[in-house]
């Protein structure tokens, strides 16, 4: 497929999460060879835009006037004119605008070609180290403490990898809700800054991951995919887990083994009992 750009078109372009170096060959292309840009935020995409020298002109589109310049983005394709949706960052769609007029475009007839790149929840996914053959996206939850608990309940005993997106104002009472409706041992992975400069990817059980970063100031600031481990991850014993129970099992009480047990293997405690038992 050549680097045509086709009339009557509607490029989905997803952007740099944060470095600039992020974007593919093709993306720049058509940024540079669109008719126009409908952008999240132009001030914040004139920023990308200067960085590749590209000329576009662009229109504002974001979720308070999403209907309104909806008309004018079909508009234009009527006319024969293409258009290329960015966000601020990343993915347009994935927690930013950009549903409503892919859908009317795809229902207008218009063709929709999406020209991919970063998107932070699968690039937090790709250095995880959690399981990621079956992964579900959260996105933002609920900002009210009572919706966010509901919402976490609700997906309690979800077996996939989970992943979330939060901004710093809320990132502790998030994790504070997770240990209440999740329990200290499930295993939780922040990928905070990705790509950027302060780029942090730290792994810990949820109990411990909370303590760090309560203690960590700077922890708290920049942009954050929060990933968990589905229900069952964490209960599963691993025979190298059971090697150790065992072992220790061998040389000291049954509840002591178990209770070291839990700490060297990052299992929980119940689970780790109830092989004891049966060992
Ligand atoms: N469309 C974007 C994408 O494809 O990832 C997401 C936009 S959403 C409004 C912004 C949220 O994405 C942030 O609050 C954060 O949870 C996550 N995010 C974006 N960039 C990030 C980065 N560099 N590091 C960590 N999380 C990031």
């Not at 840009?37 to 979720?63: G, N």
């Not at 708290?220 to 209960?235: A, D, N």
């Amino acid at each position: 497929m050549g680097m045509m750009i086709n009339p009557a078109t509607l490029y989905v372009v997803a952007t740099p999460i944060g470095n600039l170096d992020d974007i593919t060959f093709r993306a720049l292309h058509v940024l540079k060879s669109v008719d126009w840009i409908a952008a999240e935020d132009t001030r914040h995409s004139a920023h990308l835009l200067e960085h590749y020298q590209i000329k576009t002109s662009m229109v504002s589109f974001h979720e308070h006037n999403e209907e309104m310049q909806q008309r004018k983005v079909l508009g234009a394709l009527s006319n024969q004119q293409s258009v290329a949706l960015i966000s601020d960052a990343g993915t347009p769609l994935v927690s930013d605008p950009g549903y409503h007029l892919v859908r009317a475009a795809v229902q207008e007839g218009f063709s929709v070609v999406p020209i991919p790149g970063a998107c932070a929840a699968i690039v937090a996914l790709s250095a995880a180290g959690l399981p990621s053959d079956r992964f579900i996206f959260e996105g933002f939850l609920p900002a009210k403490q009572h919706a966010r608990v509901q919402r976490l309940e609700a997906i309690r005993e979800e077996l996939r990898t989970l992943i979330f997106y939060e901004s710093p104002h809320r990132i502790l009472a998030l994790l504070q809700d997770m240990l209440q409706v999740l329990g200290e041992e499930r295993r939780v992975v922040i990928a905070r800054e990705l790509t950027k400069l302060y780029e942090t990817i730290h792994s810990d059980r949820l109990v411990d991951v909370l303590a760090w970063m309560t203690a960590h100031h700077e922890q708290q600031c920049g942009e954050f995919v929060v990933l968990v481990e589905g229900y069952e991850e964490g209960k599963k014993i691993a025979a190298e887990d059971e090697r150790i129970l065992k072992t220790l099992l061998k040389e000291l009480p049954l509840k002591q083994a178990v209770r070291l047990a839990a700490v060297l293997t990052n299992k929980p405690k119940n689970a780790l009992y109830e092989l004891a038992l049966k060992l």
